[in-house]
C-alpha cells in the first residue's frame, strides 16, 4: 500500500527527504512499533511508552529496511548519526506527528482497509462484568444465527477458533488485524471488551462502534489514572468520541457513574438519534431505567427475574448466579 493512503484521514507533516515520485508514492510493506519486528520498506511508528521510547529505536528500524519513520519529534538527525550522508530516493520518509499513538489508531485502520465499516463492532467497558457481558452478547448473536468474533481478556475468538490474548484490548495495530481476519471470516459482529488503558492510549480509535456498553466503575486501575474522575474520563471517551451519531449506548443507571455518563450524554444534542429511534439506553433493578429488572431471585439453582421495556415484559431464567450477573 502506498504512503498517501495509509496516512489518509490522519494528521500529519512531512519532514526530509528526496523521493523519485514524491514521499506519498512510497510502497510500505507492512506497520510495526517495535523496531525488533520491522521488515524490508516497512513503516515504523515511534511511540512514547511507560517504560521504553520508541524515539530510541529509529535507528534501528531503519538499520532493518524501514522505508517510512513516524515519530513525534523530527528525526532528520538519524540520517547524519548513521553517516548516510546525502538523502536519496531509497532513504527513509520521515513524518512527523503530534500524538504517535493516535496516529498508529488511524494508519491501522486503513492498512487493514477499515474493517469496523464492514461489521457491527460492540465496545463494552467498565471494572467489572466486561468479560461475562461480552459473552452473553456473543452467545445471543449466535443463537439468532450470526458468525461472531470477540476479542477480551480471555482469549480472541474468531467463530470457533481461538488466540491467547495477550491484552484486554490489544494495541490498535493488531486490534485492528483482528477486526480485518474477523471480517475476512465472515463474522458479521465483532464484540470487544474496551479497557480503559486502551481508551488512555488511543488503541480502539478510529473504530466505528455499533454498540457501546457501561458495566459500571468501581475503584482500581489508579496506578496508573491517578483518580476515579481521570478513571471515569477514560470510559467517557468511548462514549463522547468514539461512538458516531447513529450508534447506540447502553448503560447501567444502577451506577452513579452510569447515571453521570447518562446526563453528561443528555446534553449532547449529537447523540440524538437522526432516524429518531433511541441512542441511548439505560438498564437497571434499582434505578428507573429503559430496560429494568424486578423480582430478581437469586439461588443455588441460577437466578430468575421479571424484565420489563416499555409495555412488555418476560420472564427471564438463567443458570449464572448473583445479582450482578440479572
Known amino acids: 500500500m502506498r504512503l498517501g493512503e495509509i496516512l489518509c484521514g490522519c494528521e500529519y507533516e512531512l519532514a526530509r527527504g528526496k523521493h523519485e515520485k514524491g514521499p506519498l508514492d512510497r510502497l510500505v510493506s507492512g506497520i510495526a ?8 520498506d516497512s513503516l515504523f511508528v515511534a511511540i512514547r511508552g511507560e517504560h521504553v521510547d520508541g524515539h530510541d529505536f529509529i535507528h534501528d528500524a ?9 515519530s513525534e519529534e523530527r528525526a532528520d538527525s538519524a540520517l547524519k548519526e548513521m553517516e548516510y550522508g546525502e538523502v536519496d530516493a531509497r532513504s527513509p520518509v520521515f513524518v512527523r506527528v503530534e500524538d504517535s499513538r493516535e496516529t498508529l489508531a488511524c494508519i491501522s485502520h486503513n492498512f487493514y482497509g477499515r474493517p469496523s465499516e464492514e461489521s457491527g463492532v460492540i465496545g463494552v467497558t467498565g471494572t467489572n462484568g466486561k468479560t461475562t457481558t461480552t459473552y452473553l452478547i456473543k452467545s445471543i448473536l449466535e443463537t439468532w444465527g450470526k458468525k461472531v468474533g470477540l476479542i477480551g481478556t480471555i482469549q480472541y475468538m474468531i467463530g470457533a477458533t481461538a488466540y491467547p490474548a495477550l491484552h484486554t484490548t490489544p494495541e490498535s495495530l493488531e486490534f485492528q488485524h483482528y477486526l480485518s481476519e474477523m471480517v475476512s471470516a465472515g463474522c458479521g459482529y465483532v464484540v470487544a471488551e474496551v479497557s480503559s488503558h486502551a481508551l488512555s492510549q488511543k488503541r480502539v480509535d478510529y473504530t466505528r462502534f455499533l454498540v457501546v456498553a457501561f458495566t459500571n ?34 448503560i447501567n443507571a444502577d451506577d452513579e ?11 449532547r444534542a449529537e447523540h440524538l438519534s437522526p432516524n429518531g429511534g433511541p441512542s441511548m439506553i439505560t438498564y437497571g433493578i434499582d434505578w428507573e431505567a429503559d430496560i429494568m429488572g424486578r423480582d430478581v431471585e437469586s439461588s ?3 437466578i430468575s427475574l421479571k424484565v420489563s421495556h416499555g409495555n412488555t415484559s418476560f420472564d427471564v431464567v438463567s443458570p449464572l448466579f448473583g445479582v450482578p450477573n440479572a
Open 217 to 250: 466503575l468501581t475503584r482500581d486501575h489508579l496506578d496508573f489514572h491517578g483518580t476515579m474522575t481521570d478513571y471515569y474520563k477514560a470510559k467517557e471517551r468511548l462514549f463522547t468520541e468514539l461512538l458516531p451519531a447513529a450508534g447506540t449506548a447502553v
Open 300 to 302: 443455588l439453582a441460577g
Open 257 to 267: 457513574w452510569g447515571r453521570k455518563l447518562v446526563t453528561h450524554l443528555e446534553g
Open 33 to 40: 512499533y517495535d523496531s525488533r519486528k520491522v521488515g524490508e
Open 62 to 70: 531503519i538499520l532493518k529496511g524501514a522505508a517510512v519513520i513516524i
